[in-house]
């Protein structure tokens, strides 16, 4: 399911203003320690990617490669104290679900030392005057390479544009099969990007058409979500092993902690599989 590509507004300029929105939330003190912000513009960097694969042909192959390239390094620059806000949220979410008392005590064995950890880098964000300069230069940057794209032809655009939206959807069907046919994290990690681009794509697209996404729109935004909150079980075990390794998790908090996320997380496969067979293997 590909949408016809007639666009009323130009994207690069709906592209530019985005990157317009997160130079403009660096401009407050302190913008580095609003979590709500930081999100956002860490949001902006991946549909801002989608963004330039949609139009590479139209921008040069190069060109785009390395907007890309610069935006993921502009998001990694973003992490810090919004992850770990994440997975503490997930920690004490995972605890208030369990019916055993013992394995909601379990978890207070990371959920402590992840909130020391948020507060500190909240406290290094809140000083990262140097980083906030380098922010505001890359969304700049951005601004500009948006500004200097060519807006005249937009037959050339919406050819680009209807090419790349079939790629992008070929191969998040590709995706799902094989998802439904394996556990492989990377395999799984590659589906999650898959589907959150063919999202931000489409959505650029909709907006660019003065419209609402429609019902194909919102089941890519559900199953995302879902792969998205996979994902941060697996940073969350990751850490878990972390823990246990360095000595702060004793071995049977660790094994009823890692027994809660596998039920949590196998839950979450299902719901994963399902959505992906309704939303690409109709």
């Not at 009323?8 to 997160?22: G, Q």
């Amino acid at each position: 399911m590909t949408v016809s590509v007639s666009l009323t507004r130009p994207l690069p300029d709906l592209a530019t203003e985005v990157a317009a929105s997160c130079l403009a939330r660096l401009q407050g003190e302190g913008a580095l320690a609003d979590e709500e912000a930081v999100h956002e513009m860490r949001v902006a960097t991946k549909r801002l990617r989608a963004a330039w694969k949609l139009v590479s042909d139209l921008a040069g192959s190069q060109i785009a490669k390395t907007r890309r390239h610069a935006l993921t390094e502009l998001s990694g620059k973003l992490s810090g104290a919004r992850d770990l806000s994440v997975l503490t949220k997930l920690a004490q979410h995972l605890a208030a679900k369990q019916t055993d008392g013992r394995i909601a005590m379990a978890f207070d064995h990371i959920v402590t030392p992840l909130i020391h950890r948020h507060d500190l880098a909240l406290e290094e964000a809140r000083k990262a005057t140097a980083l906030e300069g380098v922010l505001k230069t890359a969304w700049e940057e951005e601004i500009e390479a948006w500004r200097s794209l060519d807006r005249e032809h937009t037959h050339e655009l919406r050819r680009a544009i209807r090419h790349e939206l079939r790629k992008s959807l070929h191969r998040a069907r590709r995706d799902t099969r094989e998802a439904l046919r394996s556990l492989d994290s990377e395999l799984w990690h590659d589906w999650r990007k898959t589907v959150k681009r063919l999202r931000y794509q489409r959505e650029f697209v909709a907006a660019a058409q003065s419209r609402a996404p429609g019902k194909f729109d919102t089941r890519i935004h559900r199953l995302g979500s879902r792969l998205g909150e996979r994902n941060d079980l697996t940073n969350l075990t990751i850490l878990v092993e972390a823990f246990m390794l360095d000595g702060e998790l004793p071995a049977t908090e660790h094994a009823m902690i890692r027994k809660a996320i596998a039920v949590e997380e196998a839950s979450l496969i299902g719901n994963c599989r399902r959505l992906g067979r309704q939303t690409f293997l109709r």
